[in-house]
Protein backbone atom coordinates (compact mmCIF):
# COMPACT_ATOMS: atom_id res chain seq x y z
CA UNK A 1 0.00 0.00 0.00
CA UNK A 2 1.02 3.24 -0.65
CA UNK A 3 -0.50 6.67 0.87
CA UNK A 4 -0.42 9.89 -0.43
CA UNK A 5 -1.11 13.11 1.25
CA UNK A 6 -1.61 16.27 -0.51
CA UNK A 7 -1.42 19.61 0.24
CA UNK A 8 -0.99 23.43 -1.02
CA UNK A 9 -4.49 24.07 -2.82
CA UNK A 10 -6.18 27.26 -2.55
CA UNK A 11 -7.89 30.41 -3.45
CA UNK A 12 -5.29 32.27 -5.55
CA UNK A 13 -5.71 35.30 -7.70
CA UNK A 14 -5.12 35.08 -11.59
CA UNK A 15 -1.10 35.28 -12.13
CA UNK A 16 -0.03 33.88 -8.84
CA UNK A 17 1.62 31.10 -7.82
CA UNK A 18 1.00 27.51 -5.52
CA UNK A 19 2.63 24.98 -4.90
CA UNK A 20 1.37 21.29 -3.99
CA UNK A 21 2.97 18.83 -2.54
CA UNK A 22 2.37 15.29 -1.88
CA UNK A 23 4.12 13.15 0.65
CA UNK A 24 4.13 9.47 -0.01
CA UNK A 25 4.46 6.97 2.39
CA UNK A 26 7.08 5.09 0.73
CA UNK A 27 10.38 6.05 -0.95
CA UNK A 28 9.81 7.82 -4.33
CA UNK A 29 12.39 5.77 -5.61
CA UNK A 30 10.20 2.70 -5.26
CA UNK A 31 7.49 4.51 -7.41
CA UNK A 32 7.71 3.89 -11.07
CA UNK A 33 5.97 7.40 -11.77
CA UNK A 34 4.39 9.91 -9.67
CA UNK A 35 1.99 12.04 -11.55
CA UNK A 36 0.19 15.18 -11.02
CA UNK A 37 -3.82 14.92 -12.21
CA UNK A 38 -6.36 17.39 -12.17
CA UNK A 39 -10.11 17.36 -12.58
CA UNK A 40 -12.95 19.68 -13.42
CA UNK A 41 -16.33 18.71 -12.27
CA UNK A 42 -18.28 16.74 -15.15
CA UNK A 43 -14.50 15.85 -16.92
CA UNK A 44 -12.45 13.20 -17.09
CA UNK A 45 -9.12 13.32 -14.44
CA UNK A 46 -6.28 14.69 -16.61
CA UNK A 47 -2.46 14.23 -16.31
CA UNK A 48 -0.39 17.52 -16.79
CA UNK A 49 3.00 16.29 -14.81
CA UNK A 50 4.67 13.41 -14.04
CA UNK A 51 8.18 12.00 -12.35
CA UNK A 52 9.69 8.90 -13.22
CA UNK A 53 11.79 6.66 -10.25
CA UNK A 54 14.75 7.47 -12.23
CA UNK A 55 13.72 11.18 -12.17
CA UNK A 56 12.36 11.99 -15.91
CA UNK A 57 10.27 14.64 -16.24
CA UNK A 58 7.24 15.22 -18.42
CA UNK A 59 4.46 17.84 -18.43
CA UNK A 60 1.77 18.34 -21.12
CA UNK A 61 2.07 20.68 -23.52
CA UNK A 62 -0.76 22.62 -22.27
CA UNK A 63 0.41 23.95 -19.08
CA UNK A 64 4.39 23.73 -20.12
CA UNK A 65 6.39 26.90 -19.51
CA UNK A 66 3.92 27.02 -16.31
CA UNK A 67 4.13 23.82 -14.53
CA UNK A 68 7.16 21.88 -12.88
CA UNK A 69 7.40 18.95 -10.86
CA UNK A 70 10.35 18.27 -8.65
CA UNK A 71 10.69 15.78 -5.80
CA UNK A 72 12.57 15.86 -2.50
CA UNK A 73 14.01 12.13 -2.13
CA UNK A 74 14.30 12.83 1.51
CA UNK A 75 11.38 13.69 2.10
CA UNK A 76 9.57 11.17 -0.26
CA UNK A 77 7.97 14.18 -1.62
CA UNK A 78 7.25 15.40 -5.23
CA UNK A 79 6.01 19.10 -5.54
CA UNK A 80 4.05 20.62 -8.36
CA UNK A 81 4.76 24.37 -8.86
CA UNK A 82 2.51 26.57 -10.47
CA UNK A 83 2.98 29.49 -12.39
CA UNK A 84 0.89 32.38 -13.91
CA UNK A 85 -2.37 30.87 -12.89
CA UNK A 86 -5.00 31.10 -15.27
CA UNK A 87 -8.96 30.91 -14.15
CA UNK A 88 -8.79 27.57 -16.50
CA UNK A 89 -6.54 26.25 -13.93
CA UNK A 90 -9.28 25.74 -11.36
CA UNK A 91 -9.44 22.11 -11.02
CA UNK A 92 -9.09 19.57 -8.21
CA UNK A 93 -5.65 18.33 -8.48
CA UNK A 94 -4.62 14.75 -7.68
CA UNK A 95 -1.31 13.24 -7.02
CA UNK A 96 -0.95 9.59 -8.35
CA UNK A 97 1.48 6.78 -7.64
CA UNK A 98 2.10 4.21 -10.43
CA UNK A 99 3.98 1.31 -8.65
CA UNK A 100 5.30 -1.74 -10.58
CA UNK A 101 5.29 -5.51 -8.59
CA UNK A 102 5.80 -8.68 -10.49
CA UNK A 103 5.21 -6.78 -13.86
CA UNK A 104 2.02 -5.66 -12.45
CA UNK A 105 1.06 -1.76 -12.15
CA UNK A 106 -0.63 -0.73 -9.11
CA UNK A 107 -2.25 2.80 -8.89
CA UNK A 108 -2.87 4.31 -5.91
CA UNK A 109 -3.93 8.44 -5.24
CA UNK A 110 -4.41 10.59 -3.28
CA UNK A 111 -7.28 12.76 -1.27
CA UNK A 112 -6.87 15.82 -3.83
CA UNK A 113 -6.48 19.04 -3.10
CA UNK A 114 -8.68 21.94 -5.06
CA UNK A 115 -6.78 24.74 -6.52
CA UNK A 116 -9.26 28.15 -7.64
CA UNK A 117 -8.03 30.98 -9.78
CA UNK A 118 -10.29 34.05 -9.40
CA UNK A 119 -10.11 37.50 -8.77
Known amino acids: QVQLVESGGGLVQPGGSLRLSCAAS????????MNWYRQTPGKQRDLVAS???????NVADSVKGRFTISRDSAKNTVYLQINSLKPEDTAVYYC?????????????WGQGTQVTVSS
Open 96 to 108: NAEVLRLAVKYDY
Open 51 to 57: ISSGGTT
Open 26 to 33: VSVFSIYH
